[in-house]
């Protein structure tokens, strides 16, 4: 957006090769039209349509079709989609290069250097910055960690999962399972501090699960055992950026961090960058404050709906009396499934259309 309005600009990207975030492996309905709106259709993400979700609890399950179809995607698909598609069309970037530290806009490399401009946007995801760090009591007495395993594609686990998006709740944590574009199953995994101390390991956490889960244990089977488990530390489930120093505009985790349940990060994270593209092109740097207090108040309803519908998955006693109800009650997975949406703006509708 920034490249297209002829606004000077530098991305600067820690990595020189796209890698594979451990978040974000599924797109929401409402993600692939912000994505469609910047011209970047759904079949250039790969064929894995996810049509609805299913909840399994014990022996309980509860399946639902989602409000529309979203999509199951790999982070290095997608961000090789997203940064090829923004340097066509003039995106400076350079990659290789690490930020150590920010003073307001300046941002000192890992070679001393240092990059000065008159705006930042801060997009490091989960990782904190020295110098720009979220405050440490947002994670909790009990931290989150986030875990990521990939099984390879295989018939009898794409019979398993299908198009759906699935979650299993345990105590103190829930896995997520979905399907993405080479057929692999994404098993991604928020597990408080605690849960993980006592099971010893991420592996033995696992094995646990899959003993207490049969039907998480059928998708865990189909392991070699050889997989990596890809992992981040003290998530700050819930936390939100109400305001903003000067000229820095906080864009995704940075701006707001939702239970990752609901399936709505990267739906957050380029819904702020639209938004913050379109203040600073309309109001340049002196923008950011109202960007940063507009954006918390649209993200408000589905991070603190997110974080209940999360309270109860990580109760096993409350969930097993909740999930009965949501499987008599037609349409609430779906009214929930909405209601944790980040809403269309006219500033998102503003975004440059798909060229011809």
Request: net charge positive; hydrophobic share 45%; with cysteine.
């Amino acid at each position: 957006m920034l490249a297209r309005a002829g606004a000077p600009h530098l991305l600067v990207e820690r990595s020189r090769e796209t890698g594979d975030a451990i978040c974000g492996g599924f797109l929401s309905w409402r993600t692939l039209e912000s994505l469609g709106r910047l011209g970047i259709a759904p079949e250039a993400l790969g064929p894995a349509r996810v049509l609805r979700t299913r909840v399994i609890l014990g022996d309980r399950v509860v399946e639902a079709p989602l409000p529309r179809p979203a999509h199951g995607v790999s982070r290095h698909l997608l961000d090789t989609v997203m940064i090829r598609h923004a340097i066509a069309r003039g995106a400076a970037v350079e990659r290789g290069v690490t930020v150590r530290s920010l003073v307001d806009t300046a941002a000192t490399l890992d070679d001393g250097a240092v990059l000065a401009g008159d705006t930042l946007f801060l997009a490091s995801g989960k990782h904190d910055v020295r110098g720009a760090a979220r405050p440490a009591d947002a994670r909790g007495a009990d931290p989150v960690l986030g875990l990521r395993v990939r099984i390879a594609s295989a018939p009898g686990l794409t019979r398993l999962i299908g198009d759906a998006i699935e979650l299993f709740p345990f105590d103190r944590g829930y896995v997520g399972i979905v399907l993405q574009e080479d057929g692999s199953a994404n098993i991604c995994m928020a597990v408080h501090r605690s849960k993980m101390l006592a099971a010893g390991s991420p592996a033995a956490l696992l094995d646990t699960l899959a003993r207490e889960c049969p039907r998480l244990g059928d998708r865990l089977a189909f392991r070699s055992g050889d997989e990596p488990i890809d992992a981040i530390a003290n998530v700050p489930y819930g936390w939100r950026a109400r305001q903003t120093e000067g000229a820095v505009f906080r864009l995704g985790d940075q701006a707001g961090v939702i239970p990752s349940l609901a399936g709505e990060g990267m739906g957050i994270a380029i819904a702020s960058g639209i938004r913050a593209g379109h203040a600073y092109i309309t109001g340049g740097a002196a923008a950011a404050p109202r960007f940063q207090r507009d954006f918390a108040a649209a993200t408000a309803r589905p991070i603190r709906l997110a974080g209940l519908v999360r309270d109860a998955a990580e109760r096993p006693w409350l969930g097993a009396a909740l999930l009965p109800l949501v499987g008599h009650v037609p349409g609430l997975i779906q009214i929930i499934a909405s209601a944790t949406r980040i809403g269309h703006s006219p500033l998102d509708h503003a975004a440059p259309q798909q060229e011809n």
